[in-house]
């Protein structure tokens, strides 16, 4: 039986470079992120980066499931993806990837992709695929809150964006 695996893409309401702050910076995260009700890097920075650990507790009616994850690639603001660290119940193993791509007008285009394999092994042909189903469809809620939320607050995040360079400057 093949792994779960899905590609979605989703036109965004504002450049790459904010979407994948947005995403990527916890403190942008926690306020539209519906799948997530505590996420950071183990090592307290305020993004991934290639190497980074994260800790992920999910949110709503997943709280009770946590996911740890190791960034393999982080290349701001075109890509990121990330592989699950150990096991997370119903997961035996799961990866994920974000790709950014401009858009016409200010948009941006973001491109997420999965694969997982979910168990235990004697049950995956029956769990797998309500797993799938289940994450399809809260993936695709997750992008629209984040879409809903840069249509109400890019320009927030922009700003934050020219503050925080003006502070490495001076740093």
Known sequence: MPMAHERFEFDMPAPAEVVFDAFHYHCWR??????????????GAPCPYVGAVTENTGGGWMRG????????????PRLAAAAMVGRSFPFRSWAASMKH????????????????????????????????RLFDRQTTRRFHRLQ????????????????SAKDAEQG
């Open 30 to 43: 926690l306020r539209w992120d519906s799948l997530v009700s505590d996420t950071h890097v183990t090592d």
């Open 65 to 76: 499931l946590a996911m740890s994850t190791r960034f393999v690639s982080f290349e701001r």
């Open 101 to 132: 791509r401009p858009g016409r007008e200010g948009r941006s285009v973001m491109v997420y992709t999965y694969t997982f394999e979910a168990g235990p092994p004697f049950l995956r042909w029956l769990i797998e695929p309500v797993v799938k």
């Open 148 to 163: 809903a939320f840069l249509a109400a607050h890019a320009d927030e995040i922009v700003r934050w964006q020219h503050a």
